[in-house]
T-cell receptor, first 115, second 114 residues
Framework: AQKVTQAQTEISVVEKEDVTLDCVYE???????LFWYKQPPSGELVFLIR??????QNEISGRYSWNFQKSTSSFNFTITASQVVDSAVYFC????????????FGTGTKLQVIP | DAGITQSPRYKITETGRQVTLMCHQT?????MFWYRQDLGHGLRLIYY???????DKGEVPDGYVVSRSKTENFPLTLESATRSQTSVYFC?????????????FGDGTRLSIL
């Protein structure tokens, strides 16, 4: 069975600080996909990034970066120079490849950026 | 506009009543999903559907019924609502077939059962 753990329930940082959200996953599959979603206070869920299990290259998109390490089964998300608009709940998710698409979500990390 | 829409956005009902949450997507995505979101549990999958007339249980299916007679619609029915089903419900769709595509979510339905 697949599992996603986001051990950090809530994080508070002061604006402009860097912050890393941790995600640890478990799966027996060799082919799988990892995702991050953002849920701002308005409630909608927004897709941020996807990474497949064969691509361990880190990715940077503006102030956001993702560090995927298969050796530690982790897919961490770093926000550089955080802003108030980054305040949200962030979910990490895992999908195993196969005929039916089932995604397991972590319990989320609530990030509060204080001005 | 293309997208995925849920209705109603808010619903209050009483224990024992039947309630149906609607979900409609315009992308012609094969996969559709229903989740509930509760504090401390994140998102939990209730049911999913790989195509019209193909549905399967997720992690927490008890007390819920789904149908998918058309690709674009995926209603979720609580046959006899209980207070434990008070939650925020999200519908999602995905164009992938191998788990590789992200899910696109509706805005959610906040359901309160008194």
């Amino acid at each position: 069975a697949q599992k996603v753990t986001q051990a950090q329930t809530e994080i508070s940082v002061v604006e402009k600080e860097d912050v890393t959200l941790d995600c640890v996953y478990e799966t027996r599959d060799t082919t799988y996909y990892l995702f991050w979603y953002k849920q701002p206070p308005s409630g909608e869920l927004v897709f941020l990034i996807r990474r497949n299990s064969f691509d361990e290259q880190n990715e940077i998109s503006g102030r956001y970066s993702w560090n995927f390490q298969k050796s530690t089964s982790s897919f961490n998300f770093t926000i550089t120079a955080s802003q108030v608009v980054d305040s949200a709940v962030y979910f990490c998710a895992l999908s195993e490849a196969g005929g039916y698409q089932k995604v397991t979500f972590g319990t989320g990390t609530k990030l509060q950026v204080i001005p | 506009d293309a997208g995925i829409t849920q209705s109603p956005r808010y619903k209050i009902t009483e224990t024992g009543r039947q309630v149906t949450l609607m979900c409609h997507q315009t992308w012609s995505h094969s996969y559709m999903f229903w989740y509930r979101q509760d504090l401390g549990h994140g998102l939990r999958l209730i049911y999913y559907s790989a195509a019209a007339d193909i549905t399967d249980k997720g992690e927490v299916p008890d007390g819920y019924v789904v149908s998918r007679s058309k690709t674009e619609n995926f209603p979720l029915t609580l046959e006899s609502a209980t207070r434990s089903q008070t939650s925020v419900y999200f519908c999602a769709s995905s164009g992938g077939s191998q788990g590789d595509q992200p899910q696109h979510f509706g805005d959610g339905t906040r359901l309160s059962i008194l």
